[in-house]
Each structure stands twice: as structure tokens, then as C-alpha cells.
């Protein structure tokens, strides 16, 4: 008996002790940048959003992976993830992944976590070609280094049903925020929805006004909350997944809700009554950038794979399909699949409009003052689904 | 001449003798493969994850800040989290309540009154339903239990849609539809933990003899108080078998309030969502003790009540 009670308490000690040193992230080995792409290691493995790489599975004309795993040999591998959360989670949980479509909610955290790695940005072919306001955005260069390659941007559009609101389509946040009678007749409560992710409170913010809705020092978060405890008991489901809201809006008579311009597109090609706009107080929106795991383990395909990412092409076919703005301008021309005014009424003017995610800090992106981290907002978020 | 035993002379043999007589190492032969993955792969990574709940997240880089600490179980007691934890003990009850009743009367009549044929169709139509894949049964609900799903679709032909909007209108358990409110949830776990209710049950009535049955009738005793006194008392290791799946499963979930349901947070959403999400790998180790403590609690009334004498 005695016996048993010691070796258990060994093998406790030993695991514990195991873990407890364990394997640290993080920690860069002071990597020099490459200076050309060497042999391609077979596979490239990617964090990404739905929909932004595709390879003719659900639509045929769109597929810009075929052709680049024949060309190079890297079979590419994607994993999808429904919030930046769960992007900086996969990121830094393991180094399986080589590459991530970050949002600048995602991507600062990644970089200050030593997490990707600095892209040398002479092996990358089109980079002259990149939108201009883009190539030294703040969320992926940092300190005069360059940590990933923008890939596509747009906005978090007020996605509603054209049926409910017949000939007054919604111009505010109001329908998702206030509790109000519909142009159908009936109340909005229960027919909405809210994104769950907790960058969501930006969007409250920015509903009440607030110059840079990711900087809230206490009393604007305060009341951001209390916006949003209200509209919790407006939403019937907070929305996570794409597919999951698309299935709600065909299903559930869902009438408005956030939403990207890639469910838009998927709803209206199967012919539901959905339409799409940005309201007057403006819209948040997410510029993506594709970085580089710092342990990534195909670093050659990983290259490759940025130098495909930036082709005109791939830019005009992403961009109608999810309904996003490239990062390449110049693809804006050209495509068929896109149509010549596909990027204006992707939102190409809105740049100026957008408040882009970005991780709010505590020292308020360095404006001075106090605001409220991220973390903070996580919690309280979660607390807010909950009900409480 | 006498054959006497005498030592073997093949390897095998040779072998065999010599466990026979080193009772520790044959044991440690036998066990030792199976107790290294129960105590080092399962034991072992369940305790890596609960001694991650004494450390520490760094609010902006997301890594794991890592001096033991208390500062984690702190921010675990508040009335958020006692919220979702009463939630999702008020659910598993419920699931749980529901399925024996559901499930008790299908078992007994698989034991009692079906006929070998029909007893083993029953037990495989029971079963069939765990040989699909657990995401395509949860996903077929949620278009089953829609506002546009067959449900409703039905009750408004049979002129019942008045009945389905009350029951909608109900003040906790109601929603804008089935699929996104509690009572849709409910149903869909009731569903998918039925099969786990109903198998422990019948084993346990297969061991209730006939004959008892019959003595309890020829005492003069009413059906009512043959099952109340004679069959219930019998059944209860059964129940409570049936009841640790159930309730344990419920408890931790987080598929199911996914998919179906509201989006209020159940304890296994919290502690994916504090993992996944937020990368708060401590707060979602705390947050694993809680059904832990639940579980152990509840195990240990079941065994009062005798469920693993059924084993």
C-alpha cells in the first residue's frame, strides 16, 4: 500500500515537473533573414478565414491553388478559424503551421509574441505592387521591419434580409442595436445578430461615436457594455462561423446582423432576398496580412506561397469571391471574375471610412492615456453572452 | 517408467516457469503497458492541463506568464462563471431527468415483452444511431428544429403552429425558434444521450427475475407497488449507470450550445472558448476543475445508490 502511494506520487511529481519546464514558445534563435527561396519542401500549411483560399471545391472557377501546387510542389494545406483569437491560439500553440492570414487584431500580438517571423521583402516579387497605404501599416510593420505580406482588406458590413425591410433597407447600426419595429411589422428582437468574437465591442463604440473604437478608456467602455448587454437580449444567436450565419439567415428568418461580404455573396448567388450596406456611422473592418510562423516548418514553400499570394490574379479571383478589396490595385483591372466595378462596390473608396481591428492596449496604441486591454474585453465579452 | 514433472526444456517453457515464479514482474508485464497510458498518457496530460491553472496569462503578448500563482483561480469565482456552471448542472439534470424517463419504459419493454427477434431489432435500432458521425446528428437537428424546419413546417399543417409560438413564448426555456432557444438544446441532448440511458437500464432489468414479479402478485400487490417495491428498487443501479453518462457528457459539451441554442456559455464552451479564443490556457485549466468537483460529487452518490455493482 505504502508502495503504490510512492510510485504515484513519483510519477506526479516527474510529469509535473516535465510540463512545468516544458517547451516554451517564443523564443526566435536569433533567425537571419533569408536572402533567396531555396528547394520546396512539398507542403505549405495555412491558417486562414473561410473562404480566402480556395481551390474549386465549392465553385469551380474559383480555385488559385491548383495551378500553385502544380507550379511548386507544395501542396497546400488549410486550416480554417472563425476569430483572430483563434488564429493567435493555433499560432502560438504549435509550430505545424507555416503561414496565417492575420487581422491587425491578430497580428501585433503575434509579432510582440515573437511568434512570426520577419519577412525578407526582396524575395518577394510583387511587393512594389502592393496599395501603397499598405506596405508600412502599423499592425505588420513594426520598428522599420516587415512581418508579412497584405493580402486583402474590407469592412464588417450590415448584412440584412431585403425582404423584411422591403423599400427602406436599414442606413444604421440602430437595427442591430436598439430595440425597434421593422418595415415587416415586426420587433428586430430575437432576429439579430452579433459577431462573438470580442473585438465586437468596437463595434458598440463605434455605434456611440467614438473617434478610435479600440482605444475606450473606462467610461466609454463602460457604456459600450451596457449597449451591448442591451442588444443581448435582441440577438437570437451570436455568429461564429460563416456557414453557421448563412444556414440562420436561410433558416431562422434572421433579419439583420454583422456579417462579411463573403456570406453576402454566397447567400445572394443562391438567390436568398440578401443585400448588404455600410451604415452612416461607418463600419470596423480587418485589413489581412500573411505572416510567417517563426518556427515554421516550410519556410521555402512559405515564400512561395507569399509570392503567389500577391499575384494579380489570385487578388482579382479572392476579392470577388469573398467580396474584399485587394491588397494589389492593379488586379482591380483585368478580371472577369471580378468585372471592372467589382472593387468599387467591394468598398474600394471606404479606406478612409473603416476602422480597421487592431489589439487594443493599454497604453492606448500610444496616444497617451489609460484604456482598456484586450484581455479585459474578452472576459467582459463573454460575461455579456452570458447574460450577465 | 514414471514420467516425473520436470523442468521444461523449450525457450517458451523455459520462459513461462520463470514467470511463473516472479509474480511482481509478470504483473509488471501485464500492466504495465495498459497503466503507463491510463497514468502517463491520460492521468498525465489531464494533470499537465490542471497545473497550467496555477500559473498566469500576460494580458498582451498571450503567452503564459509562468510562476505559480493564485491570481487565475481568483479570476475563476465570479458570478459570470458561477452563472455557467449553474446553467449547465440545471441542464444536465434536466437531460438527465428526461432521458429515464423516456428511456425506462423503452427498457422495459425490450426486456419484458419483445421477442428475441423484435428485443434485438429494438437494441440495434437504439444503437444505430451512434454508428453516424455526432457533428452530422447535431447539424440535422439544428435544420430539424429551425423556424424553416420540418417542425414547424408540420405543426402549421396539422393547424398546431398557435401551440408551438406559446410553448416559444415561455420565459426561460422559449426562443425566436426551437433551434435557438433552451428547450431545442434540451431536446437535441436528450436525443443524442439516449442511447447511453437506455442500454444501462435494460441490463439491469434483464437481472430483475420473473419470478419476483410474480411473487409480488401473488402477495396481492397492484402493479403501481410491484414497480415501486419491487421492480425501482432493483432497476436504481441501472439508472444511476446510465445517469453518470448523461449527466457527465451534458456537463461537459460544447458542440451542442454551439450549434444549437443561444450562445450562452456552458462550461465546456468556457473553457474551449478560454482556450481557443483567448489563448487563457490558465483560466480554462481552472475552469476544468469545476466539472471535476461536480462529477466527483455526483460518483460519489452514485455509488451510495450502488450504480457499479451493475458492472
Redesign the interface.
Known sequence: MKWRGIV?LA??AL??V???T?AD??DDGGATLPTEIGEGEGQVNIVAWAGYIEEGAVDPNYDWVTQFETDTGCQVNVKTAG?S??M??LM??SSEFDLVTASGDASN?LI??GTVQEINTDLIEGWSTVDERLQNAPWHTVGGKHYGVPYQWGANVLMYNTEVFGATPPDSWSVVFAEQTLPDGETN???VQAY???IYVADAALFMGVQNPYALNDDQYKAALDLLREQRKL????W?DAF?QI?DF????VAASSSWPFQVNILQAGGAPIASVVPKEGATGWADTTMMHSKAPHPNCAYEWLNHSISAKLQGDLASWFGSVPAVPSSCQGNDLLTAEGCTINGLENFDKIKFWQ?P??DCSGAGGTCV???RW??DY??V???? | MAVTASSPTSALGRLSAFLYRHRALRLLLMLGLPLLWLVGLYGGSLLSLLVQSFFRLDSFSGTIDRTPTLTTWRDLFTSANMTVAGRTVTMAAAVTLFSIVLAFPLAYYITRYASRRVKALMVLGVLLPLWSSYLVRVYSWKLILAAEGIINWFLTRLGLDGALDAILRLPLVGGPSLSVSYLGQFIVFVYIWLPFMVLPIQTALERVPRSYLEASADLGARPGTTFRRVIWPLAIPGVAAGSIFTFSLTLGDYIIPTVIGDSSPFIGLVIYSQQGVAGNLPLAAAFAFVPIAIMAGYLTLARRLGAFEAL
Open positions: 504515484l510519477v506526479i510529469i509535473t516535465a510540463c512545468g516544458g514558445s517564443g476569430t483569437d483563434e493567435v491560439a502560438t500553440g500580438r510582440s509574441g428582437k430575437g432576429r462573438d468574437g470580442p440577438v437570437g444567436r451570436y461564429h453557421i444556414d436561410t433558416n431562422e428568418g489589439t492596449t493599454e486591454p484586450y484581455y474578452v472576459t463573454l460575461a453572452i452570458g447574460g450577465r
